[in-house]
């Protein structure tokens, strides 16, 4: 029916050099999702405005603008990187664009004021090898991200793209890539950590006239957002990935199942299919050999229970997201009761590096039993917050103090919650700890998919457990009861902590719960919903005593633990706050200190602004 | 009366119009069950919630069950059964947004449009308000997004200056 066109890589990276060629001086801007609130558009059209026609030092060079992926390093943006001057400008705003032309582009001058400033020395940087949040990284699956064009078809050829795919095609059966990817030790990213190559085996060995490759693009982890990073910084990775695990499954038709909350992500996959269409990388008899493959993209419409692999094969069939019990694994009878091999988006991304590099050059990377590099979104009270890749086993003192420079205002560190409402928090202790799935396990928490938030001093951790609590309760799909009722139990006594309302055999219902919860749920949710509770309870028991039996918030967070309190040592005496009070809860003598009555006040703060010496505050 | 029947032809013609868009819409995704939660987002999309009377008119042209579509329209969060308001704002309610103070800003909104507990659209339908799941912008957090502008490091009174101007600029587009 329609055209058949044969992929022709050689001919492809003729053009792909000539297309670089002439684009002459290339002027990086991150387009990433950060850097996009941040103004990245306006600066594009700016420099397309008035930049469009400059020539670099008057010499024969053309300047060409390229919007990118995510540079990770997002607290900085808008990034501008201009590599044949080694040179990269953080916090550019649009009404720089001028001065970056008349001066570095035209006469090559570097403008000090646009460089990254180190905040701990003030110091200068002025590219990537100098900065310590790049030092300390090593990018595989990230490594095109903030280089190249996620919309051109050319960069991804340039920078080696879809050279995998060629070779096994022309070079591997299938079972020699499933054991090529079972030899390199990669595991799903997803947060599960089983090993991809056995993954590959499974859906192999299943006979059927049709299997299904997916994606998991689901990213629902709040404070996670790798997979975006990859979708939109890269997206022709993950397609390559795709096709190449396809020809080892024996399958002939994929979907990658985004989820709605990531239309930048959803917009650069569209291009990228119909790119790798147009070239023959994706249809029939790709490079003339009998594998075919088609992609196609499935929007979510939030429900973090469709992360879980039955609930997102329910969800791409149109019904509800409801997990369903396994066996039969998707491996086996998945979409449409096809066999179908399900895998994240960096499982993916990581699968042409495996392929191109070899298993052995792949394990180099990583531990014995966590091959590879892993991605994280580092957040939180962390100096640098962006999105980051480094060998699995690094430290976490290397990831909070070398990558994200330390806690913000030098505050101290308290803990990091990795993986998201399923996983668990790592405290001082665990600063010197390798991360990798083995270790992670061993003391409650997981690599998840790779959030990464850090919490100082000022971070109360039961409202935190709280906050998990509340995100999986309200994402419970109601299928098992343990989950959906369990976890609303959960949650009322947590509010009870944190109202001070608490008494201590709570805490032992609590725990007790937990355990039913985890034991009582068919997915994923259910089973790692109590994570955060269990391992805040481990590592800060103390905390919860203090709000339960104290009635106090160590942290001074929660609100209705706070007292509102006259500082007698300031307090002139003048009885405004007492007029204020709506529930006369101060009274005092004239110029004298007067005094809060708590178990009258309502703690509504009115009296704070209205004191002349600032001598009430809440804590 | 006769600016009464006037009136119903003009809800015929009304209702009408909304169906076309509507069989516009599932015939493009080829009367497919699979197809279901993109035919609800297209829809969602033209008319900015999903009205019950159209979600049984879309379960009639497919040959399903009013349930299974109600089912699927109460399942997934995206799904609204309620009429949003112009400006639709987006609290992130994630992790990293969370923790840098997302809920004072969405405290400073509610009280800034008068939104009391359980009411999340104003009476005039210019605002409607929600938290929303991490939107990827964890590094700029928190976050809120209008009619899908990001708007980062917001505190609550740069949101309350921010309402500030949506309302002048809908006083002047009236």
Known sequence: ?619 | MIADTKNNEDKIFEKHRKFCKVNEIVKKYNYEKPNLIAILQAVQEEYRYLPEEIMTYIAMIMEISPASVYGVATFYSQFSLDPKGKYEVKVCDGTACHVRGSMPVYNAIKKKLKLTDGKFTTDDLQFSVETVRCVGACALAPVVLINEKVYSKVTPEAVTMIIDQLLERSGEGE
């Open chain 1, 1 to 619: 029916m329609t055209e058949m066109v044969k992929a022709d890589l050689k001919n492809e990276v003729k053009n792909a050099q000539e297309y670089f060629e002439n684009t002459g001086m290339r002027v990086l801007i991150c387009s990433g999702t950060g850097c996009v609130a941040n103004g990245a558009f306006d600066i594009f059209k700016k420099f397309r405005e008035l930049g469009a026609d400059v020539l670099y030092k008057n010499e024969d060079k053309k300047i060409t603008t390229v919007k990118t992926g995510c540079h990770g390093f997002c607290e900085q943006g808008v990034f501008v990187a201009i590599p044949d001057l080694d040179v990269i400008y953080v916090k550019v705003k649009a009404d720089d664009v001028e001065e970056i032309i008349e001066k570095t582009l035209k006469n090559g001058e570097i403008l000090d004021k646009f460089l990254y400033e180190e905040p701990k020395t003030g110091q200068k940087f002025k590219n990537s090898a100098e900065i310590d949040f790049y030092k300390s990284q090593t990018k595989l699956v990230l490594n095109n991200c903030g280089k190249i064009d996620p919309e051109s078809i050319e960069e991804y050829v340039y920078s080696r793209g879809y050279e995998a795919l060629e070779k096994v095609l022309k070079n591997s059966t299938p079972e020699q890539v499933c054991e090529e990817v079972l030899k390199s030790g990669l595991r799903g990213r997803g947060g599960g950590g089983f090993p991809t190559g056995r993954k590959w085996q499974f859906v192999r060995a299943n006979d059927s006239d049709k299997k299904y490759v997916i994606c998991n693009a689901d990213e629902g982890d709040p404070g996670a957002f790798m997979d975006c990073g990859i979708m939109e910084g890269d997206p022709h990775r993950l397609l390559e990935g795709m096709l190449i695990a396809a020809y080892a499954v024996g399958s002939d038709e994929g979907y990658i199942y985004v989820r709605a909350e990531y239309p930048l992500a959803v917009r650069r996959l569209k291009i990228a299919i119909q790119q790798a269409e147009n070239r023959g990388f994706l249809g029939n008899n790709i490079f003339g050999s009998d594998f075919s493959f088609k992609i196609k993209i499935k929007e979510g419409a939030g429900a973090f229970v469709c992360g879980e692999e039955t609930a997102l094969i329910a969800s791409i069939e149109g019904e509800r997201g409801m997990p369903m019990p396994k066996p039969p694994f998707p491996a086996q009878s998945g979409l449409f009761d096809k066999p179908t091999l399900i895998n994240n988006v960096e499982t993916f991304a990581n699968v042409p590096t495996v392929i191109l590099n070899g298993a052995d050059e792949y394990k180099k990377y990583g531990t014995e039993t966590s091959a590879g590099t892993k991605t994280f979104a580092l957040t939180g009270e962390v100096n640098n917050t962006g999105l980051i890749e480094v060998p699995l086993g690094t430290t976490l003192r290397e990831i909070v103090y070398n990558i994200g420079g330390g806690l913000r205002n030098n505050k101290e560190f308290k803990a990091v919650q990795i993986g998201g409402p399923s996983g668990g928090c790592l405290t001082r202790d665990h600063l010197d700890m390798p991360l990798d799935y083995e270790s992670l396990t061993k003391v409650g928490a997981m690599v998840g998919s790779g959030g990464l938030v850090a919490m100082n001093a000022d971070t109360c951790i039961v409202e935190v457990a709280r906050f998990f609590l509340q995100f999986t309760q309200s994402e419970s799909c109601g299928k098992c009861i343990p989950c959906r009722e369990g976890t609303k139990q959960m949650l009322n006594i947590l509010e009870k902590i944190v109202h001070g309302d608490a008494a201590l055999k709570d805490l032992d219902l609590l725990e007790e719960l937990a355990e039913v919860v985890k034991l009582g749920s068919l997915c994923g949710l259910g089973k790692t919903a109590p994570n955060p509770v269990l391992s805040t309870l481990k590592y800060f028991r103390d905390e919860y005593l203090a709000h339960i039996e104290g009635k106090r918030c160590p942290a001074g967070v929660c609100e209705a633990l706070k007292i509102i309190s006259i500082d007698s040592a300031r307090c002139v005496g003048c009885s405004k706050c007492t007029r204020t009070c709506p529930v006369e809860a101060i009274s005092g003598e004239i110029r004298k200190p007067f005094v809060i009555d708590q178990e009258k006040c309502i703690k509504c703060g009115a009296c704070i602004p209205v004191c002349p010496v600032d001598a009430i505050s809440k804590n």
